[in-house]
């Protein structure tokens, strides 16, 4: 690890003068950027502990919630609002981690945290989101977890969060301030495809602070996120999904669809959607729902039972929040 200077802003806007410092970086949990820190695969100057702004509140917003960026995930997954009338949320976050991370992750950090890739975490292996212009070695090597969509040639990692497939599907919006100003970023468009920049994870312009995640009034319909994973202990997902299905009768009125696991970014599968909505509820329409999820999707050797495993996860989640909406 590589020295660094510190301090704790009092306030935020302290916080937003702190971080046009050369090298600086904002730090909330640490649960991801402190062990980054000690591999070097980030090297900031200087860090700038945002944990005890006043942002740890979940507040009601315009008939949905606006949830704090320093809400730790212990209590948004607790949280009886978020339980009752976002369900797929509260259950991504408590599978998304362990008890003692959980209470010291933040959501804000949830949203910013990097890859799990193997070659991102060895510094001895070529890598373009660590070293842009090294190379890919998860391409060539071993990528079981890496991702069948939406990747390209300079990256195949995924993003790792729970928390930001189901924010997904509930199309919550991220509050970002600077001293510029304020504004909101929707969380399709929050994280990056890789491309040519894999370093670039997200559209945060430079010195861009995670306020809030603002949640529209709950969605009609019922809620479901499943997550397959090698092991049931707190593994990183191989596949997740987060499902929404209202029904009218026994017709689809809407569905919606986010994947985790799959992509750089959590992946929106909007054209399986499209073909769900107003058919009449069958095991062929969620079926065709699957497949569709993973129309375009390419695995790299070892990941190739991920484009199956993905569009069967699919299918069985609409068909258990179909079944949530009937009971």
Known sequence: MRAFTYERP?????????????????????????????????????????????????????????????????SLAGDVRVREHYPMLARAVLNGASGQLRNQATTGGNLLQRTRCYYFYDPSTPCNKRAPGTGCSALQGFNRIHAILGASDACIAVHPSDMAVAMAALDAEVEVQSAKGKRRIKIADFHRLPEGTPQKDTNLNAGELITAVILPPPP??????????????????????????????????????????????PWRALEAEGQLAGVPLSDDALAAAGEAAVKGAQGHGHND??????????ARALTDAAQQRKA
């Open 10 to 74: 009092v306030d935020l806007a302290a916080a937003l003068v702190a971080i046009g410092q050369p090298g600086a970086k904002f730090l909330a949990g640490g649960t991801n950027l402190l062990d980054l820190m000690k591999i070097e695969a980030e090297t900031p100057r200087h860090l700038v502990d945002v944990s005890r702004l006043p942002f740890d509140q979940i507040a009601d917003e315009n008939g949905g919630l606006r949830i704090g960026a320093m809400v730790t995930n212990t």
């Open 220 to 265: 009609a319909g019922g809620q479901v996120y499943r997550k397959v994973r090698d092991r049931a202990s707190f593994d990183f997902a191989l596949v997740s999904v987060a499902a929404l299905v209202d029904l009218d009768g026994e017709k689809i009125r809407s569905a919606r669809i986010a994947l985790g696991g799959v992509a750089h970014k």
């Open 305 to 314: 039972f991920k484009i199956p495993l993905a569009a069967r996860t699919v």
